[in-house]
């Protein structure tokens, strides 16, 4: 079980098909609060997210891709979603992520989850059933689920700011060796999970992050659906 | 290592445009897209056929703002639609990404219609205003219509882009305004030709009452056609 696989470049593409383009990971509400105004606060927001929401993802999805019951770690990615906002977007999210893998790597496990949650279950959950069907491990699952974390807030703020793209690419390289060590842990507690339970999943939040989510759903007009 | 990738394992179709059946086996809406540049007139294009055909059809709409909902909610206003047939989709300031480059989201939409208000004819999907090189996926619709309007300048013809020389329709619109905004139709139209080869134009004035039948019309024939496949 390998890393350097290139169905993980497939997978991590910005251009794959599954709604990422339209959300901001809650990057549009820290611009207008002023708080994202440049590369510098982009990458201090950027290792906040890291750090919280996207090592809980790549733990859940590195645990489906372990082999754990996705059913099972749907409800451990509720328990760590305590904004309704995001829960609904998170689910919305794996719906696209379903019918974009389905086509790009059939698999029986794949139409299971999907007969089990029509509704669709937590993107990284889907994530990591998907790893399964493209053959890549829990720690490749675990790059991709951390990079999206970060990835989709650096584009959006391109769009958001106009902020030169290339300082906002230079954030991500910078942020790279932090990626590896996160995807490292989330895959140590997928592992860790699998003898202990759900519970060994990290689970750190970031409360402003559930908060302003739940402020932006409610804005008469943005750009971005999260 | 390959966890679990029986190689034999059958491609699915993902229930998108090219598969002309819903998963419970029932034949699906036919799908028009709608695009076309900022205020050309799409969203009253949209209301003007719900307007005309919601008596002998059953019809959804899905939009796609770019950071409104206004489109959704002009049809809310104006009651062209029941409001459970109308769904806003949300493109991250990026329509064309949304009808063309990544159609989940749209998708979705057109299919939880279909589940949610019943069997339907027909599901118009209107892209925000964007320029002459949008067009839609053949993922998500059967066909596309391109909507300029005269007022945009009589040269957008002869530009062309893909939107405009490759739509199954393309819809000249506002012809009231041309007198006042100095406009050739008839350049207009030999331009379009020399773009379009024989795809139709349709020139309409939507602010005339009854003035979307051409396009009306035009719809119904490939509803027509729809039925016959
Ligand atoms: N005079 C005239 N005005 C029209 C006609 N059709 C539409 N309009 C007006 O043009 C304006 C823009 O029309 P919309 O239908 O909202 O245009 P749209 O293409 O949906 O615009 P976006 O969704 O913002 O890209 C509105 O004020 C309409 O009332 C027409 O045939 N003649
Ligand atoms: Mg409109």
New binding site residues.
């Given amino acids: 079980m390998s890393t350097m696989s290139a169905a993980l470049l497939v997978l991590a593409d910005g251009r794959f098909p599954a709604g990422g383009h339209a959300h901001s990971g809650g990057a549009e509400a820290a611009v207008k609060a002023g708080r994202v105004t440049d590369g510098a606060s982009l990458e201090a927001f950027c290792r906040g997210r890291l750090h919280t929401a996207g090592l809980t993802a790549a733990g859940l999805a590195a645990a489906t891709a372990a082999g754990i019951d996705p059913l099972a770690v749907d409800a451990a990615a509720d328990a760590r979603t305590p904004s309704p906002a995001l829960r609904a977007a998170a689910r919305r999210l794996g719906r696209q992520l379903m019918r974009a893998a389905r086509a790009a790597w059939p698999s029986p496990e794949l139409d299971a989850l999907a007969a089990a949650l029509p509704r669709g279950a937590h993107q990284p959950v889907v994530l990591g059933l998907v790893a399964r069907a493209a053959g890549l491990g829990p720690l490749a699952v675990a790059h991709a689920a951390a990079y999206e974390a970060v990835s989709g807030p650096a584009t959006a703020v391109v769009r958001l700011l106009s902020l030169d793209p290339f300082e906002a690419t230079a954030v991500l390289a910078r942020l790279a060796p932090e990626l590896d060590a996160v995807a490292s842990a989330a895959a140590d507690a997928a592992g860790a999970a699998l003898v202990e339970g759900l519970d060994a999943l990290p689970a750190p939040a970031a409360p402003l992050l559930d908060i302003t989510a739940e402020q932006h759903a409610a804005w008469p007009v943005r750009l971005f659906a999260t | 290592m390959h966890l679990d990738h029986p190689d034999t394992y059958p491609h699915r179709h993902t229930y998108t445009a090219a598969t002309p059946t819903r998963p419970d086996g029932t034949r699906r809406a036919l799908r028009i897209g709608l695009g ?1 540049p ?8 949209v209301a003007a056929l719900c307007r005309a055909l919601r008596d002998q059809l059953s019809i959804a709409v899905v939009t796609n703002d770019i950071y409104t909902r ?2 959704a909610e ?1 049809l809310l206003r104006n009651a062209v639609l029941a409001p459970e047939r109308i769904t806003a989709v949300e493109t991250g300031a990026c329509p064309h990404t949304a009808i063309r480059d990544d159609i989940s989201a749209n998708l979705e939409a057109v299919e939880d219609l279909e589940d949610s208000v019943g069997p339907l004819d027909l599901v118009l999907v ?1 892209s ?2 964007d320029n002459l090189t949008a067009t839609f996926s053949k993922g998500l619709v059967d066909a596309q219509i391109f ?1 300029i309007d005269v007022a945009g300048g009589d040269d957008i013809p002869r530009k062309g882009g893909p939107g405009l020389t490759t739509a199954d329709l393309l819809v000249v ?2 012809t ?2 041309a007198p006042y905004v100095g406009v050739d139709l008839e350049g207009m139209a030999r331009d379009a030709k020399a773009q379009r080869g024989e795809l139709p134009v349709a020139f ?4 005339t009452e009854g ?1 979307v039948a051409p396009v009306r019309d035009w719809v119904l024939e490939r509803l027509a056609a729809w039925a016959a496949a």
Avoid: I, R
Avoid at chain 2, 38 to 45: D, F
């Fill in positions: 076309g900022v205020g050309s007139g799409k969203t009253a294009t206004e489109d002009f209107e925000g205003g909507v619109n506002k009231d305004l309409t004035s939507l602010a003035g």
